[in-house]
């Protein structure tokens, strides 16, 4: 518990040295944010996804986001956050809870998760942490059997995002690390790398893109590539 | 400066929590392949498997036991729970086959040090032990001496009572915590073919395992989530009753879309309340474990 605590306190002194006298965050509008990805892996091979997602500001306190991503891999995937979020004199603290639903056709089963977790960022970093649980059930289930769904209780969540330059600058480029992405809650043990750019073109047109690297048994200590996409599109700011 | 210090002590921690009493480990290997990765051990082990021929195990009667045990990660000081399980396994009358689930060693080199198993394997067709490599086995390079001993890592083989085919055991090498692209289609080609035949059952084991039902299993890490459903889907599909693994070091078992996936114990000396398994082979299957003797 000490060696924790330390490790702790060692991560988050140099996050808030770095944040010192950065500006805070400007209260975001409604977002539509549309993208199409390519994307790889050995089971699915290539495929195409679209994504839509809208980003709904209940008060400066509160907001909703809702994401959609349809594959030609036959999955298609649904969820829902809500974030409440508190500014604080440098950065701000937000809590997020997520529940995502993954209809993964092409194998006739159900994949749902629900997360709980709590964030802090500053104008170069984000960082979050929590937990989440998932249900895997088969559609043909069998009721009369010993057949039954399979619950994972509690797996980590964690996400570390490095921006280049502040959040609120009109052009970004930042580096992620994180188990989770806004379509997929692996275990704890499967991390994601990924890097994100947007341009504001115009006051109410930003571009996006991202790429994103999946490897399989890092902890395995015998890491391979398993599986990467790329993504571009546009988010209509109202 | 403080800063840089306070990044040294934490990769001090880090590396200091990754140093065991036999080596160290090898941290590249957290983002590249640290040696052959698996399609190339399959490639090699299909080569072997061509070469050998099919491997046909006369039982000489429709039941029979399978004596199982997996994650025994003996290092150069000791190995006794796995020197009792070949013990009680050699012991044991006839007919019976065994089944080591992967991880035989701990870290590098130690292969050799297993002699009460190294010599006796059954896809080598010497006897009637099977292995899996985990990644303990095959991590920092050491395929090669897995190799030189085991042959291969994925193969098939099946039992009969003099007249009729039995049961059909499939192992895969899970090692890197993926099947890889040419073993998946591999075993889609074989299940298909195989699931025809006509066997009682047909059984599937390797090392990693599938879920994550609790932090029993430390960090040891799981297949990617789209290999997991494609895998479970599979299995089902071609009609496959078991699924044995290890990795996790404690047992458990879930019955999903009609597979019965079972995870073992460990056999690994420091580790206590580990188990190795019987399994009675006839109409129906049935599980008995057994505790070790506790290690002095």
Redesign the interface.
């Known amino acids: 518990m000490k060696k924790n605590l330390l490790l702790l306190v060692l991560t988050l002194c140099p996050l808030w040295l770095m944040a010192a006298g950065n500006p805070g965050f400007g209260e975001r509008g409604y977002r539509l944010t549309t993208m199409v990805e390519y994307s790889y892996n050995p089971v699915w091979s290539h495929h195409a996804n679209l994504d839509v997602q809208a980003l709904i500001p209940i008060n400066p306190h509160f907001e909703m986001e809702g994401k959609v991503q349809l594959s030609t891999a036959d999955v298609y995937t649904g969820a829902v956050q809500i974030r409440p979020k508190f500014e604080v004199p440098v950065g701000e603290i937000f809590l997020e809870a997520d529940m995502m639903y993954r209809c993964v056709s092409r194998n006739e089963t159900s994949d749902m998760t629900a997360a709980l977790a709590i964030g802090y960022r500053m104008d170069y970093i984000s960082v979050t942490i929590g937990s989440f649980s998932r249900i895997l059930d088969d559609w043909n289930r069998d009721w009369h059997t010993d057949e039954s769904y399979v619950v994972e209780p509690f797996n980590l969540m964690y996400r570390l995002e490095v921006f280049c330059r502040p959040q609120t600058n009109p052009w970004n480029l930042s580096f992620l690390f994180s188990n989770v992405d806004d379509y997929q809650m692996e275990r704890m043990w499967q991390p994601l790398f990924g890097v994100r750019a947007y341009y504001d073109v115009v006051d109410h047109w930003q571009l996006n893109f991202g790429a994103q690297c999946k490897p399989t048994g890092m902890f395995h200590l015998d890491a391979s590539f398993y599986g990467a996409t790329l993504r571009a599109g546009f988010t209509y700011k109202f | 400066m403080r800063?840089n210090y306070?990044?040294l002590?934490?990769g001090a921690?880090v590396l200091a929590s990754c140093v065991n009493d036999d080596t160290t480990?090898?941290?590249k290997?957290?983002?590249?392949?640290?040696?052959e990765?698996?399609n190339v051990r399959f490639a090699q082990s299909k080569a072997y498997n061509d070469s050998v021929g099919e491997i046909h195990l006369n039982m000489g009667a429709d039941a029979y036991t399978i004596y199982m045990c997996t994650d025994s990660h003996i290092t150069r000081k000791t190995h006794k729970n796995l020197d009792y399980f070949m013990a009680q396994y050699k012991a044991a009358s006839s007919p019976k086959l065994a089944l080591h689930l992967g991880d035989i060693i701990d870290a590098q080199k130690n292969i050799p040090c297993a002699d009460s198993i190294v010599h006796y394997a059954g896809q080598t067709k010497k006897d009637t032990l099977f292995l899996t490599p985990g990644?303990h086995d095959?991590?920092?390079k050491q395929w090669p001496i897995l190799r030189s001993f085991f042959k291969t890592s994925a193969y098939w083989f099946d039992t009969n009572n003099g007249t009729k085919k039995l049961d059909l055991f499939i192992c895969l090498d899970s090692?890197?915590?993926?099947l890889?692209?040419e073993q998946?289609k591999w075993l889609k080609d074989l299940l298909a073919a195989k699931s025809k035949e006509g066997y009682r059952r047909i059984i599937v084991f390797t090392h990693?395992h599938l879920?994550?039902?609790?932090?029993s299993q430390g960090?040891?890490?799981?297949?990617?989530?789209?290999?997991m459903?494609?895998i479970?889907?599979l299995l089902?599909q071609y009609g496959v009753e078991c699924v044995w693994s290890g990795h996790q070091h404690a047992r458990q078992s879930?019955?999903?879309?009609?597979v019965h996936y079972l995870v073992l114990d460990a056999t690994k000396d420091s580790e206590k309340g580990q188990s190795y398994v019987t399994v009675d082979m006839g109409e129906t299957i049935n599980y008995h474990y057994f505790n070790y003797p506790p290690v002095e």
């Open positions: 800063k306070s990044y002590a934490l921690l480990l090898d941290m290997g957290m983002f590249s392949n640290n040696g990765p698996v990644n095959v991590y920092f090692a890197d915590g993926t890889g692209t998946m990693t879920w994550k039902l609790d932090d960090h040891t890490s799981n297949y990617a989530l789209e290999e459903y494609e479970t889907s089902s879930v019955i999903y879309k009609g």
